[in-house]
């Protein structure tokens, strides 16, 4: 297990990631509901990966100690969600901090969401990234983020945790990483595969997942985030 004061951080500049090239390999969306039948699926997401990452969720929850089991909390965004998170959360932090710069702003937005209007596409809108919880033998979610609130202990590998909280965190960082994820460790729950910031985080100059959309029915089938969605766009 690394220790959190040797561990040092992999840094993903929007810089480097848009120096990936991608090489879009097609591959299809599943529904994780039916590909992952061992997870739990947060209802507000948008149940799609790509295949191979859904059976990576797959072999990751063979990683976890018997009982546990993965909560997918996001899995694929349209275009128009990721906008919406970001610039939610650009204003909540210019509301918060009326004296930084744009560029202050924007730095510390794109820590925790990826632009829409850069090279490299969101992890999230490619198919390659997921975000998971954990859920304990009694079936509640695992303690992660003690003693901090939740964006606070956001870092994978923050100092301070509680050794419930570390050892939970890091049951669910060694299972994913052993079946081949990379982490954003600016957010212990962010895992991703294929997209431009799992190209920067193993070394790789080349990457497979582009954007994509969900399929058409099962935007038929969420007529509440239809506004989410601009369905009306051409
Ligand atoms: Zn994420």
Redesign the pocket.
């Known amino acids: 297990m690394p220790s959190p004061k040797k561990h040092k951080k992999i840094r993903e500049p929007m810089s480097a990631l848009n120096k990936v090239k991608l090489i879009e390999n097609h591959e299809p969306l599943v529904d994780v509901r039916k590909a992952c039948p061992g997870t739990r699926v947060s209802r507000r997401c948008v149940p799609y990966l790509r295949e191979t990452v859904a059976d990576m969720v797959n072999n990751a929850q063979t990683l976890l100690p018997s009982g546990y089991t993965f909560w997918v909390r ?1 899995a694929l965004r349209t275009i128009e969600m990721q906008r919406d998170g970001y610039l939610n959360f650009y204003r909540a932090l210019e509301t918060e901090h009326p004296d930084w710069s744009y560029a202050t702003l924007r730095r510390r937005t794109n820590q925790y969401f990826a632009p829409v209007d850069e090279k490299a596409p969101p ?2 809108t490619t198919g390659g ?3 998971v919880g954990l859920i304990t033998p009694s079936g509640r979610p695992a303690e992660l983020t003690r003693p901090y609130e939740f964006w606070e202990g956001a870092a994978t590998f923050i100092e301070g945790l509680t050794p419930a909280a570390r050892r939970n965190r890091m049951t669910l960082y060694e299972a994913m990483m052993g079946a081949g994820f990379s982490n ?1 460790e600016d ?1 212990f ?2 895992y991703s595969y294929g997209d431009a910031a799992w190209a920067v985080r193993t070394g790789v100059d080349t990457c497979c997942y582009g954007l994509i959309e969900p399929p058409g029915e099962w935007l038929e089938r969420r007529p509440d985030l239809k506004h989410k969605l601009n369905l009306n766009r051409r």
Do not use: I, L, P, Q
Request: proline content about 0%; hydrophobic content about 30%; some cysteine.
């Open positions: 996001t992890g999230h990234a997921v975000d954003c957010e729950w962010h």
